[in-house]
């Protein structure tokens, strides 16, 4: 979901961004500790695979929480 500019992100495409960038990041530091091979296929899969995961799970989560919460204030 692409905004216009001058809109805020939703708060659950927030979170889905920064742990998708923090599986990123732990990743990047397995491939320098030698835990991937050096191979650029292995690599290229290893940051899509946890980025993406870590991503699309905690948007799911935080979408989940979000429409709780709005249905709790909205029962209220």
Do not use: Y
Not at 29 to 36: A, F, K, N, T, W
Not at 37 to 43: D, G, K, V, Y
Request: charged share 15%; aromatic share 6%; glycine share 10%.
């Amino acid at each position: 979901m692409l905004t216009k500019r001058g809109t805020r992100l939703p708060g659950p495409l927030k979170v889905a961004l920064l742990f998708a960038a923090l599986a990123i990041v732990m990743t990047l530091i397995g491939i320098l500790r030698g835990q991937v091979s050096w191979h650029p296929l292995s690599i290229l899969i290893a940051i899509i695979l946890s980025g993406g995961t870590w991503g699309i799970v905690s948007w799911a989560i935080a979408t989940a929480a979000s429409d709780v919460e709005r249905d709790v204030h909205d029962a209220g």
